[in-house]
T-cell receptor, first 114, second 115 residues
Framework: VTLLEQNPRWRLVPRGQAVNLRCILKNSQYPWMSWYQQDLQKQLQWLFTLRSPGDKEVKSLPGADYLATRVTDTELRLQVANMSQGRTLYCTC???????????FGPGTRLTVL | GEQVEQRPPHLSVREGDSAVITCTYTDPNSYYFFWYKQEPGASLQLLMK?????EINEGQGFTVLLNKKDKRLSLNLTAAHPGDSAAYFC??????????????FGAGTKLTIKP
């Protein structure tokens, strides 16, 4: 059963242009949603964890600027700007406790800089 | 904050041999531990989770050992086969605020199974 949908699945991004990503949660038992980036060397880095609709955070990392928004209980968004190197963005979901503590990854969105 | 060191970064074994990947962590409050598998071009797939202080979990063709005293987590693949070729990541979650834990990942191990 697919817990997360991400779109787009890939995108060519002209240098200097921002791109908007969406993640849709399919199971409300895993309400903690996060964004991770994986660089071209396969290094994983946590970006954000947003629990409630209206939560919003920004972060600047080497190679990209991020703005994450929890839009609804089932939708998480990420705006990626000023990207200088390609990367893959993964949306994840996790439950509160116990048997739901494990974290599941979405299929990912692969971004390539033109 | 939590630091997770994963070794080795690359591992090549022959088909039928065993392979061991190890992670050490620093936060004594770490409580949940996970192993993920990432096949080329794919997302991360949860392989196994362990919670107890010292635990051995067995899956299909692999064993996970957690030693909280030594702060060490290991993944042991027995009788490796070509389908095991992938990147493997350990992940450690500390027992912080209810639900809002940051999960720290190891740097990954690229495992190659040679025929």
């Amino acid at each position: 059963v697919t817990l997360l949908e991400q779109n787009p699945r890939w995108r060519l991004v002209p240098r200097g242009q921002a791109v908007n990503l969406r993640c849709i949660l399919k199971n409300s038992q895993y309400p903690w949603m996060s964004w991770y980036q994986q660089d071209l060397q396969k290094q994983l880095q946590w970006l954000f964890t947003l629990r409630s609709p209206g939560d919003k955070e920004v972060k600047s990392l080497p190679g990209a600027d991020y703005l994450a928004t929890r839009v609804t209980d089932t939708e998480l968004r990420l705006q990626v700007a000023n990207m200088s190197q390609g990367r893959t963005l993964y949306c994840t979901c996790r439950g509160d406790w116990g048997v739901y503590a494990e974290q599941f990854f979405g299929p990912g969105t692969r971004l390539t800089v033109l | 904050g939590e630091q997770v060191e994963q070794r080795p970064p690359h591992l090549s074994v022959r088909e039928g041999d065993s392979a061991v990947i190890t992670c050490t962590y620093t936060d004594p409050n770490s409580y949940y531990f996970f192993w993920y598998k990432q096949e080329p071009g794919a997302s991360l797939q949860l392989l196994m989770k362990v919670f107890s202080s010292t635990e051995i979990n067995e899956g299909q063709g692999f064993t996970v050992l957690l030693n909280k005293k030594d702060k060490r987590l290991s993944l042991n693949l027995t009788a490796a086969h070509p389908g095991d070729s992938a990147a493997y990541f350990c992940a450690v979650s500390s027992l912080a605020n209810y639900g809002n834990e940051k999960i720290t990942f190891g740097a990954g191990t690229k495992l190659t199974i040679k025929p």
